[in-house]
Structures are given as structure tokens and as C-alpha cells.
């Protein structure tokens, strides 16, 4: 290319757009209080390897998303990633729910341009922020060829993960996120693809296609520890929800006090996800109880947006070809 890459910039809030009093001030701060061109002046050398295209769509802490807001963004990536002269677009967004927003937009983009998510695990006013060298690493992938096609991608601490494998692993660390299937896919600094995903497939619900008459379905997740009471999923039921992912012990392991529930609510044809509590690894399918979904290697928050998205489609089927 011999121009130079032209990247789209979407900021949305977070800790990587939060501001606190003190530069030592690490966890008493405002998320979302920056917007996208102060995020970009605060890089130096940005303007040198893209043009960036910024702009400013939310400025919320991502424990406030809603499948409302997913849906808003996704429109606005995808205009984006529609204009022919756009290469690439970066998503700013709070750590806390990436995980969800990031596999929202995998599987309702059809573009096959890089869209790359990055945030921050200190405040942009912090001693030694994140934010800047994160935004600078996921502008260079966003503008790498080499990562094209692989749906939606997450930039953080200079790693490369897919957005269907990534997931926040600690509270605090800077380092906080990792793969629930091993190593991440590249790098950023340059951007190297070290391995490819082994599904490559996005867009499997495609945006233009979904129907958001009844969005967002009420999709529960109901984490089950040792001795946890079954009539939780009666009372999710009772509530109206419109469908549940059980959190699971071990390989998506059923307690034998659920068992009655379970079959009632399968009985019932109320949609039921097996997932696991897990942080890696796929949970096997179960033969003996047709109509209970599996979540295979999803997390419970990620089956929560494949199933919603299924349920948008009234077709349990979207979900099988999601997990699958
Ligand atoms: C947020 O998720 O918006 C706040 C926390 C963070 O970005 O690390």
C-alpha cells in the first residue's frame, strides 16, 4: 500500500478514556471520561504510521453495555468498515465487558477488514498507562494485512487474541486478559499472525439480517456452585426469561438436585445452555437430554450473546452453528 492506511477510531469509554485526581491513582478514577481525540493525541507517533479517522460514541463504563448498545456500535463499525477507503477500525472500550461487546460484533460483522478492540487496565491520567501503547499496537493491526479476515480481534499488552477466545483473567494485572484456547494469535508489536484461529468464520449472524423487533432477549446466567438451590432456575423461568446458561461445575457437570428442573425446563422447550465455570476448555455434549444445548469451548457470557442472537433469529439452530 502505498498510501498511508487510513483507521477508523470508534472510542466508547473505559478505564483507557478514565481520568482520576493523582497520577498515582489506580482505582479511584472516571471511566469514559476522555473522548477518541484526546485517546489519539495522547499516542505519539500515531499520525505517523495511520490516518486516523476519530470519533466519540459513548463515554460509559463498560459494567453500564447493554445488547443495546452493542447493537448501536456494530451499525457504526460497519458503516465504517463499508467505506472503501477505510482499512481498518479500532474500537476503544472498558476491559469489564469487552469480552462480550468484542463476540458481538465476531458474529454480526461480515466485513472482512481488521476490527480491533483495545482497552486499558490503568487510567489514561496513570503512572505508566496502558492505554497509549495498546491504542498504538491495535492501530498497527488494524492496518496489517496479515489480519485480515479473522473477524474481530482484541489488542491487549501487545497480544493478539480472537475475539471468540479472548477473556479478562484478573481483576487488577495489566496484564489481565488471555485465551481460553491457549495462546493468542499474534502479536503487535510488529503485527505478527503467529497461528490462525482454527474457526476463521465471523459474521455468522449477519447484522443486516437480524431481526431486532424483540432486542435483546432476556438471556440469564445462572452460575451454579456446590449445593446451589435449583429453584433458581424455576424463579429465572417464573421471571419470564427467555432463556438460561447454566454456569457449570467442572465439564459442564449437572448436579443431580437440578436434574428435575432441568428436564422441566427442557420439557417445557424453554432454552437451556450446558456451560462451565471453567475458564478453558469445551464442555462435551450430553446425549442423554435432546434440547439442552452445549456451549462447547464458549464462556458462559459469550454462549449468553450467542444464544440471545439465536433467539433474536428464533432458531435454536444459530446457537449449534455458533458453539459448534
Ligand atoms: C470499564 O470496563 O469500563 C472499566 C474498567 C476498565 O476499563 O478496565
Redesign the pocket.
Known amino acids: 500500500m502505498s498510501r498511508k492506511p487510513v483507521i477508523a477510531l470508534v472510542a466508547t469509554?473505559?478505564?483507557?478514556a478514565g481520568r482520576a485526581d493523582s497520577a498515582t491513582d489506580t482505582t479511584a478514577y472516571t471511566?469514559?471520561t476522555l473522548g477518541a481525540n484526546e485517546l489519539v493525541a495522547a499516542v505519539p507517533g500515531l499520525g505517523d504510521i495511520a490516518e486516523l479517522r476519530a470519533e466519540t460514541l459513548f463515554r460509559v463504563?463498560?459494567?453500564d453495555m447493554t445488547p443495546g448498545h452493542w447493537l448501536t456500535l456494530a451499525r457504526r463499525v460497519a458503516e465504517l468498515a463499508e467505506q472503501a477507503d477505510v482499512d481498518g477500525v479500532v474500537v476503544t472500550h472498558?476491559?469489564?465487558?469487552l469480552e462480550e461487546s468484542a463476540f458481538f460484533l465476531h458474529l454480526t460483522l461480515t466485513t472482512d477488514k481488521p476490527v480491533v478492540f483495545t482497552?486499558?487496565?490503568r487510567p489514561a491520567s496513570a503512572l505508566s498507562a496502558d492505554g497509549p501503547m495498546n491504542l498504538y499496537g491495535a492501530v498497527r493491526v488494524a492496518a496489517s494485512p496479515a489480519f485480515r479476515g479473522l473477524g474481530t480481534l482484541v489488542v491487549m499488552n501487545d497480544r493478539v487474541y480472537s475475539a471468540r477466545h479472548v477473556a479478562k483473567q484478573h481483576t487488577r494485572a495489566v496484564d489481565a486478559f488471555g485465551a481460553t484456547d491457549g495462546e493468542p494469535l499474534g502479536w503487535a508489536s510488529p503485527p505478527t499472525l503467529a497461528r490462525r484461529p482454527a474457526r476463521t468464520e465471523h459474521g455468522d449472524v449477519p447484522l443486516a439480517g437480524l431481526d431486532t423487533a424483540n432486542w435483546p432477549p432476556a438471556v440469564e446466567i445462572l452460575y451454579v456452585g456446590a449445593g446451589s438451590s435449583p429453584a433458581l432456575l424455576a424463579a429465572c423461568r417464573q421471571l419470564g426469561a427467555a432463556g438460561a446458561i447454566l454456569a457449570l461445575p467442572g465439564n459442564g457437570s449437572m448436579p443431580a438436585s437440578w436434574m428435575g428442573e432441568i428436564e422441566a425446563a427442557i420439557a417445557a422447550g424453554f432454552p437451556l445452555v450446558r456451560a462451565s465455570r471453567v475458564p478453558a476448555g469445551a464442555v462435551s455434549p450430553h446425549d442423554g437430554l435432546p434440547g439442552l444445548l452445549c456451549a462447547d469451548g464458549l464462556s458462559p457470557v459469550k454462549a449468553r450473546v450467542a444464544l440471545m442472537l439465536s433467539l433474536a433469529q428464533a432458531d435454536p439452530a444459530v446457537f449449534v452453528r455458533i458453539a459448534g
Open positions: 469509554g473505559g478505564t483507557i471511566a469514559g463504563d463498560s459494567k472498558g476491559t469489564d465487558t482497552a486499558a487496565m
